[in-house]
């Protein structure tokens, strides 16, 4: 049985035991303006904010625009298991994006996600002692976008990421005569990353259109290296080196299919519907020494969002960008028999400044997620979003002066 217990977590942007497992609890790319619609975007096809969940979008900026957008989250959480229960709350730089035209017929985009993060702290009873786990750390990704417009409605484009980071999970083992040792496993990932788009928009009238986006990441090994060090606390002895492992051939990305249509009529409305799946059950994840096997199943996520704007050119509150949405998620990580799974709705405002150009996105979401059919730890996420997105003809000035 897991016992929860605070510790370490006022400083990461994940606490949660579920995301002990695997590479940690999966990011998908999305801005504060996206996670206010339940996080879609594949076929968001929109000049004037910054869409990394399709490359292909970038070529829709207008020739003259400079975007930055940058966003932080906190999240509030209450986890339970049986009568036991735990609050904890964590926080931090969420993404910096920046995206510009290349000439007239393409986008470029460039920033810093997060791909995955882990954060977690708990205790559970073992023969003739006790153990506590704890684990913090995370993938980045630093990526260089590129699109053009292929026809006048049928854009594509890539993202081109440098996957960077270091997940570590230790393992406390007290025993019941005074001993007490740590086993530290370390996963260390220093690997590109590719990611392929594709956007068509059908025209209805002179305001309304059919939005049409996929996007495409091949799966592959990664780079990188794993090892296992075990500390005996109870004596001065040097670490021992328990496994030291290539990740290549031996831990693995699945590939990740996505697909989105939305409805746009003008700068007022858009609504959108997204679907994505990754096979994570044909990916490598190989079992360390004095660690358990890491189960993986193929995951999937169905999300649906909406905003509007009642009217561009009117007053301060009919110029509010309102947004709506919500999310499904099987996700891949399997607690033994059992998958996890999440859901969430969400809400916020694109609040426009003096500089009309500039938006701030203040967004509010609640997470449920849980490892069914046979119930373990329930957690309930209250999230904070606040994306700043500065929209500048930087191009235009630069002429001027």
Known sequence: MILLTSGGALAQNTVSPYSRFGYGLLGDNATSAQRQMGGVGYAMRSGRQVNVMNPASYARIDSLTFLFDMGVAVSFINSSEGSTSLKQYGGGLDYVTMQFPVGNRFG??????????????????????????????????????????????????????????NNVNDVFAYTSSGSSSVFEQSIQVRDWHLQLGLQYGIKIDRDRSIGIGAVFSPGKDLRGHADVVKYDISSNETPDTVQTLALRNNFSLPATVGGG?????????????????????????????????????????????????????????????????????????????????????????????????????????????????????KENYFNITLGINFNELWFLKRKIN
């Not at 708990?122 to 026809?151: C, M, P, T, W």
């Open 261 to 377: 249509i939305n409805y746009q009529w003008g700068n007022r409305l858009m609504v959108e519907a997204d679907f994505t799946w990754q096979p994570w059950s044909k990916a490598k994840f190989a079992q360390m020494a004095d660690f358990p096997a890491t189960r993986l199943a193929d995951r999937y996520k169905v999300a649906l969002g909406a905003q509007y704007m009642p009217n561009p050119r009117g007053n301060y509150f009919q110029a509010i960008t309102y947004r709506v949405g919500g999310f499904f998620n099987r996700d891949y990580m399997m607690v033994g028999d059992n998958h996890v799974r999440e859901y969430g709705v969400s809400c916020g405002f694109g609040l426009p400044t003096l500089s009309t150009k500039t938006v701030i996105n203040l967004g509010f979401e609640y997470r449920h997620r849980q490892a069914t059919p046979n119930p373990l730890v």
């Open 108 to 165: 470029a985009s460039f920033g810093l996600l997060p791909y995955s993060s882990m954060g977690y702290s708990f205790g559970s009873d073992i023969k003739n002692g006790s153990s506590a786990h704890e684990g913090v750390g995370g993938l980045n990704q630093l990526y260089v976008g590129f699109s053009g417009r292929i026809i006048d409605n049928l854009t594509a484009g890539f993202n081109f990421s440098y996957l960077f980071g």
